[in-house]
């Protein structure tokens, strides 16, 4: 009798779980929320899994892959980014691993524009000022305004899917639109939307015709209202075009003193000391932050900082977290589908077990 399949994951991914054990795998399910200590996670590798499930909490490097050596035959990750998982590490061991992309490309930008509109228009302090019965009289301006986002210009700094999806939005609101991306111009996209703007105004459906273009990264700050992020993170010595601190001090002061910043990408893309700099000091109106240079985001962090609160919106990494798009087991709906598909993929042997040809795996170099 063949050895059963043994699969490991670091938390509970829902309805996947069951998916997997149907088809006969043993499945290990961590059973706290919290991420367990690496030691675990290498204890439970050494111990001959053939797969392991991960999030983005999960540190995966060589002390891991060493760990499986000769038995572990796949890394499932239930996110698109993958910044946890050192790649070089797992093409040194040939171990593919897959990632849950597409899926939630949608979810995340909508979370991105509503995070751009909720703190543009206060909202959070507007309902703050509600429910503690501040609100004494209706004025035309007291005790604050907000500022529209219909019609203004937003940079999108990152066009890969999630921003792509994010300026489908914006088309939406009549914005103009600045792209950056330090890889990849993705200029049919450009054309497309042109096309849909000449449209909309030749329908008369706005009076100004909203134009795109991309444009250098210190042009989109400069010239932008709302500057949203969809970059991946990519540290020193991992790209040509690394995007660790892409927003700091220097570059903070490019943005008007009246722009937004959204942040739903990672965290390390911004260095959050300058940034809470730059709100304390009024060198940008306001942030909207999903993620972290460390998440939780620490008691102490300076972006709590109750003097920055009216224009600091503070998310748990929660841009991806709807209910189908996280916990679907269709793999092209959710993420939990999506990353038990990837696993299945590899230990099933898919596309004649041809790692190149399967489609979530994400190093495919390594098995060229
Ligand atoms: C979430 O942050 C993801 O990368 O999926």
Excluded at 59 to 80: M, R, S, W, Y
Excluded at 85 to 92: E, G
Excluded at 319 to 341: E, N, V
């Amino acid at each position: 009798m063949s050895k059963r399949i043994r699969v490991f994951a670091t938390c509970d991914i829902g309805e996947a779980i069951d998916l997997l054990r149907k088809r006969g795998y043993e499945v290990e399910v961590y059973p706290h929320p919290e991420a367990p200590p690496k030691s675990l996670v290498v204890e439970k590798v050494k111990s001959g899994i053939d797969g392991l499930i991960t999030t983005l909490r999960d540190v995966i490097d060589a002390e891991v892959f060493e760990a499986g050596k000769a038995t572990l035959k796949v890394v499932a990750q239930f996110a698109v980014g993958f910044d946890n998982i050192n790649r070089a590490d797992a093409n040194r061991y040939k171990v593919p691993f897959t990632h849950t992309a597409d899926v939630l490309t949608e979810a995340t930008a909508e979370f991105a524009f509503f995070m751009m509109g909720t703190l543009a228009r206060k909202m959070w302090t507007a309902e703050h000022l509600t429910r503690e019965n501040q609100w004494g009289f209706w004025h035309p301006y007291l005790p604050f305004l907000g500022d529209e986002v219909t019609g203004k210009t937003v940079a999108v700094i990152g066009t890969g899917r999630i921003g792509l999806a994010f300026m489908k939005k914006c088309v939406g609101f009549d914005m103009n639109i600045l792209c950056y991306d330090p890889a990849y111009e993705n200029h049919a996209f450009v054309k497309t939307i042109e096309e849909i703007n000449e449209l909309r105004h030749s329908r008369g459906l706005v009076k100004e015709k909203a134009w795109i273009k991309y444009v250098p990264f210190e042009e989109a700050l400069h010239d932008a209202d709302f500057v949203s992020v969809h970059v991946p993170l990519l540290r020193e010595g991992e790209s040509a075009t690394p995007t660790y601190h892409l927003f700091n001090e220097e570059t903070l002061k490019l943005m008007k003193s009246t722009a937004y910043l959204v942040n739903t990408s990672r965290g390390p893309v911004v260095d959050e000391a300058a940034l809470a700099r730059a709100l304390r000091e009024n060198w940008i109106a306001g942030a909207a932050l999903d993620v972290y240079e460390q998440e939780p985001l620490p008691a102490d962090s300076p972006l709590r900082d109750p003097a920055i609160a009216d224009r600091c919106r503070l998310m748990p990494h929660f841009a991806s977290a709807a209910r189908i798009t996280r916990l679907s087991t269709d793999p092209d709906k959710g993420m939990a589908g999506r990353c038990a598909q990837g696993l299945i993929d590899v230990l099933d042997g898919n596309y004649g077990g041809d790692v190149t040809k399967m489609p979530y795996v994400v190093n495919k170099e390594g098995f060229k």
